[in-house]
């Protein structure tokens, strides 16, 4: 009854390093999405994915990519982190935009970047 | 463009009172979905419930009750008999019917004390 695991769960980086945020799924969702929560204004959401092999950019993408290589794992990439991207991560899942389920969200990813 | 609008930054009560989260959403679409989340101080998203755009009816589960106008393009909710355990961060978001992306308010900052 695993649902969103979000790997790792903390992760403190200096600036400049890169990393991957690995988010996996068992409810067979085509839908997956990272989003990024700060401080006082809620959560963002940086890319989604409706489908393996396509992604598309959210609210605020810039300094992020992602892969969608497997159904059930959507991949978050910093290539070179900012004290910006200091943040919890977020990713959910979902069988449809039109489905009566919600979004399912993993337990989060708080990152912290130096 | 959409957007939601939780004026309402912090709300302190006593435990019992009723309380009131207010939520203002913007879109154009005639088809949407609104949602509310509960983010306990454990950090994980919980998910309260969904609404879609042709269901005005109000609902009520146990303590919790929501008030849906699209009139005035709001969703409130009100927890009766508020109780400690109710304290949390609560989110108000609206998505579309294609890509099922969540916008989300800033949230409501819940205290109940004893």
Known sequence: ?114 | AQKVTQAQTEISVVEKEDVTLDCVYETRDTTYYLFWYKQPPSGELVFLIRRNSFDEQNEISGRYSWNFQKSTSSFNFTITASQVVDSAVYFCALSDGYTGKLIFGQGTTLQVKP
């Open chain 1, 1 to 114: 009854n695993a649902g969103v695991t979000q790997t790792p769960k903390f992760r403190v980086l200096k600036t400049g390093q890169s990393m991957t945020l690995l988010c996996a799924q068992d409810m067979n969702h085509e839908y997956m999405y990272w989003y990024r929560q700060d401080p006082g204004m809620g959560l963002r959401l940086i890319h989604y994915s409706v489908g393996e092999g396509t992604t598309a950019k959210g609210e605020v993408p810039d300094g992020y990519n992602v892969s969608r290589l497997k159904k059930q794992n959507f991949l978050l990439g910093l290539e070179s982190a900012a004290p910006s991207q200091t943040s919890v991560y977020f990713c959910a899942s979902s069988l449809g935009a039109l489905s009566n389920q919600p979004q399912h969200f993993g337990d989060g990813t708080r990152l912290s970047i130096l």
